[in-house]
C-alpha cells in the first residue's frame, strides 16, 4: 500500500540537541496513528518536517510520494491539514468569518464553511465571537481550520492538550468520525492512556528515537521498553 507520510532513517539535530535520531516511519492512507511521547521527544520535529516546515539533517522524508520541503513540494503540502499545539484565534471574529479568513490564505475554495462547523460540533456557535467561545470550543474551530480543503492528511499535534475532560472527549469524537470517514490522521500526545481507542497504532518517541510502533496491546507486551514510558491504558472517562 503506498504511505501517505514515509519517513526513512530521518534524524534532525538542532545544533548539539537530536530532535530525531534515524526515525522510519510508514503512515498509510485511512489508518490514525498516535505519536506518543515525553516533552521533547521529538513529536512536533516530525510534523514540522512533514509540513515542510524544516529540513531532515540526514535521511529522507516523504509525503504523498515528495519531499514537503522540496521544488516540488507545494503540490503535497496543500494536501496537509494543521493543527498546531496552541492555535490563536482573532476573539472579535466570529467562528465562520475566522474559517473563511483561513480558507483565502489557504487559497481552497470557499466550500461550505457552515459544514465545516457543523463536522465539529459548532454549527450553533457560528456567528458568536470566537473570543467567547470555551478552551474547547476554540480547540474544535481549530480543527475545523486544519479541515479547510479536504486535506488527505490530518497532523494534529497535541490536539487534547490543555483541555478539561469534557472538551477532551468533544476533541475525540470530532477525531473518531473523522477517522470513520476514512481521514489519515497523525496525533500526536502526552496523554497516551486516553488515545488507545482512538488511534489503529501508536509509534513511540523518547529524546528522539522510535522505540516501537504497532498496536497498543501488542506494545504493552514488549519488555524492551524504558522505565520512565508507562504504558498505562486508561480510558478516558467523562462524568
Ligand atoms: P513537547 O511535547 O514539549 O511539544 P516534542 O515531543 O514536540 O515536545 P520537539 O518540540 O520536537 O519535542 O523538540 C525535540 C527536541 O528538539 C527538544 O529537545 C527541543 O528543545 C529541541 N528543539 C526543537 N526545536 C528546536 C529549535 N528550533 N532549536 C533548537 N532546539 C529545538
Avoid: W
Wanted: glycine residues 10%.
Amino acid at each position: 500500500m503506498n504511505a501517505v507520510v514515509a519517513l526513512d532513517a530521518v534524524s534532525k539535530n538542532y545544533g548539539p540537541v537530536a530532535a530525531l535520531e534515524s526515525v522510519s516511519l510508514d503512515l498509510v492512507a485511512g489508518e490514525t496513528v498516535a505519536l506518543a511521547g515525553h516533552n521533547g521527544a521529538g513529536k512536533t520535529t516530525l510534523m514540522k518536517l512533514a509540513l515542510g516546515l524544516a529540513r531532515p539533517s540526514s535521511g529522507t522524508i516523504r509525503v504523498f510520494g515528495q519531499d514537503p520541503a522540496g521544488r516540488h513540494g507545494a503540490r503535497a503540502r496543500r494536501r496537509v491539514g494543521f493543527l498546531p499545539e496552541s492555535a490563536a484565534f482573532h476573539g472579535a471574529m466570529t467562528g465562520l468569518e475566522l474559517l473563511a479568513f483561513y480558507a483565502r490564505l489557504k487559497r481552497a475554495r470557499v466550500e461550505p464553511l457552515e459544514e465545516l462547523l457543523e463536522r465539529v460540533g459548532l454549527d450553533h456557535a457560528a456567528n458568536r465571537r470566537v473570543g467567547t467561545y470555551s478552551k474547547g470550543m476554540r480547540q474544535r474551530l481549530a480543527l475545523a481550520q486544519a479541515l479547510i480543503g479536504e486535506p488527505g492528511l490530518l497532523l494534529l499535534d497535541e490536539p487534547t492538550s490543555g483541555l478539561d475532560p469534557d472538551s477532551r472527549m468533544q476533541v475525540y469524537d470530532t477525531i473518531d468520525r473523522l477517522r470513520a470517514e476514512g481521514s489519515t490522521i497523525l496525533i500526536s500526545t502526552h496523554a497516551l492512556a486516553e488515545i488507545e481507542s482512538h488511534a489503529d497504532r501508536v509509534a513511540l518517541l523518547h529524546r528522539g528515537k522510535l522505540l516501537a510502533a504497532g498496536e497498543l496491546q501488542a506494545l504493552r507486551r514488549k519488555a524492551a521498553l524504558p522505565s520512565r514510558i508507562t504504558l498505562v491504558v486508561r480510558p478516558c472517562h467523562t462524568e
